[in-house]
Each structure stands twice: as C-alpha cells, then as structure tokens.
C-alpha cells in the first residue's frame, strides 16, 4: 500500500469503529424519534439548525420528512432554519449572529413543535440561544453534539452525544442517526400518498 491508500484505509477503520460504538447512543435516540413522531401526531413541526457542514445536515434531514424518505407517504412539516439568506443576513446584521435561529422560532415556532440542533462542539452561540428559546417556548429541543456535549448539554430535553472529538467523524455518525430517525419517525407516520 502506499502512504494515501494507508491513511484512506485508517479513515475508513475509525469510521467504523465509530459506528460500532453508537449503541451507547441507541436510547437517546429511540426518546428522540419518540419525541419526533409526538410533536408531528400533535400537530408541531420539527425544525433544525446547526452551522457549516451541521447546517447542510440540517438542511438534508428537513428534506428528508417533508420529501420522502424510504415510503410514498404524505409531507411530514420539517424546514431548516438555515435556507433563508435574507433572514439570515438581516437577523445577524440587526440582531448579532447567536440570534439568526432564535429570532425565526420566535416568529414561527410554537408550544408542540420540536427543535433538533446540530453542533459538533455542543457550544455553537446561536444553536444555545435557539435552545433557550425553545425552551421558553415549550418546544422539546434535540441537541446532536460531539463527545463532551458542550453548552448544549444544559439545554437540551434530548441530548446525542457521539462518543467521538473529530468533527468530521462526529458529523457522519450525525447523519447516519439522523436518517434513523427519519426512519423510525417515518414508519410510524405513514399513511397513503393523498
């Protein structure tokens, strides 16, 4: 092997050694899909933020429910708050950027819905102040973070803190949860295509 196969192969081993650790995860997860399909029965929506490649997240997993998934099935409410470059840009120039996501849950969140934040440090200014917010609020809050939980660890009702400090590899055990989530959430929300 030469130098790039090996450190190609040492990714690929870490990645799976990661995946293979996530079970210490599993419960976290199974309350938050729990919590997923509760607001979507009542008649919330679920949102997401999260900053980088954990906004690119965010924005995947919305489309996720509001597409499809695995099943033809009906639109599930899910958007990112991370779309509107308008709202961002005014928010951060009038308000400051730790406001960007608690500003558009104060305009369109309500008691019910539910906020799943990503951020691998678990300290992301603006991914806490949208969890307090939320919490105001009475919107059920999922914090996706790295190992150490961060600043998020306080203020989330469901905290998924993967077992890992490298943010690249934190970010694809949060997609890989993320989608089981869809899943599970789907399963239980299907219903015909109207």
Do not use: W
């Amino acid at each position: 092997m030469n130098n790039s196969t090996d450190v190609i192969v040492a990714y690929f081993a870490e990645t799976a050694r990661l995946m293979g650790r996530l079970d210490a995860v599993a419960a976290d997860v199974a309350r938050a899909a729990e919590a997923c399909i509760a607001a979507l029965s009542s008649g919330g929506k679920v949102m997401f933020c999260g900053n980088g490649g954990s906004a690119a997240d965010a924005q995947h997993l919305a489309a996720e429910l509001m597409g499809r998934f695995l099943f033809e099935r009906d639109p599930l409410p899910a958007l990112a708050l991370t779309l509107d470059a308008s709202a961002l840009t005014a928010i951060a120039n009038d308000y400051g950027y730790e406001h960007v996501f608690a500003r558009q849950i104060r305009g369109m969140g309500r008691r019910g819905d539910l906020l799943v934040g990503l951020s691998t440090s678990g300290h992301s200014a603006n991914v806490v102040k949208a969890f307090e917010i939320a919490r105001q609020m009475g919107i059920v809050t999922i914090g996706l973070t790295g190992a150490s939980g961060g600043a998020l660890e306080q203020h989330a009702d469901i905290l998924i803190a993967v077992p890992h400090g490298q943010t690249s590899h934190i970010q694809e055990a949060h997609i890989t949860i993320g989608h089981l989530i869809c899943g599970i959430v789907e399963s239980a929300m299907r219903s015909p295509p109207r």
